[in-house]
């Protein structure tokens, strides 16, 4: 059971380069996350899908976009990387109920990507 | 402003003995609270978990406490195993809304 796969785990970028974060679950979960983690900073969430066909805005969405392809799969796009999007960033899924929204929101995370913006 | 706060970046623990790891909050609002564990190269993954309408969860080794009030909760590893090395987010949500994360501890325990 492979849980939540996202790829790469690892890319170095050049300032103005783009590139799309991959990421899927196999545990039939409705939600989907992005979050970036940064010392001292936590995890931030950039973008969420609370249900196939539906994206909203995080706490910190500026330079990303994302698209939820399918129930399986939410990827996050940098269209121009800049050197502060140098992060770590972490898929995640949750069985949150597509209408009532999160009621304990157990994550369950990706491996992790580690981005660097040069 | 961070709502869920770390104060400790670090705690060093000598295998055996009990860890505390403590989590403040601001947002009186926030309804349900949850600890994940991360080891390095790897995604965090979840705990255990609090319902504001108790003040002490247990799981094993583990324990979580509330205390409302106080807007505080810590997590308590007793006893502690070279295992249990890792990184510690505390975090919170309001119904309805997104988890709040803290920054984090990294928990050493010494053998």
């Known amino acids: 059971n492979a849980g939540v796969t996202q790829t790469p785990k690892f890319q170095v970028l050049k300032t103005g380069q783009s590139m799309t974060l991959q990421c899927a679950q196999d545990m039939n979960h409705n939600s989907m996350y992005w979050y970036r983690q940064d010392p001292g900073m936590g995890l931030r969430l950039i973008y969420y899908s609370a249900s196939e066909g539906t994206t909203d805005k995080g706490e910190v969405p500026n330079g990303y976009n994302v698209s939820r392809l399918n129930k399986r799969e939410f990827s996050l796009r940098l269209e121009s990387a800049a050197p502060s999007q140098t992060s770590v960033y972490f898929c995640?899924?949750?069985?949150?109920?597509?209408?009532?929204?999160?009621?304990?929101?157990?994550?369950?995370f990706g491996s992790g990507t580690q981005l660097s913006v040069l | 402003d961070q709502q869920v706060k770390q104060n400790s970046p670090s705690l060093s623990v000598q295998e055996g003995r009990i860890s505390i790891l403590n989590c403040d909050y601001t947002n009186s609002m926030f309804d349900y609270f949850l600890w994940y564990k991360k080891y390095p190269a790897e995604g965090p993954t979840f705990l255990i978990s609090i319902s504001s309408i108790k003040d002490k969860n247990e799981d094993g080794r583990f324990t979580v406490f509330l205390n409302k009030s106080a807007k505080h909760l810590s997590l308590h590893i007793v006893p502690s195993q070279p295992g249990d090395s890792a990184v510690y987010f505390c975090?919170?949500?309001?119904?309805?809304?997104?988890?709040?994360f803290g920054a984090g501890t990294i928990l050493r325990v010494k053998s």
């Open positions: 995640a899924s949750s069985q949150s109920h597509r209408d009532r929204g999160p009621t304990n929101e157990k994550l369950f």
């Open positions: 975090a919170a949500m309001e119904y309805g809304n997104k988890l709040v």
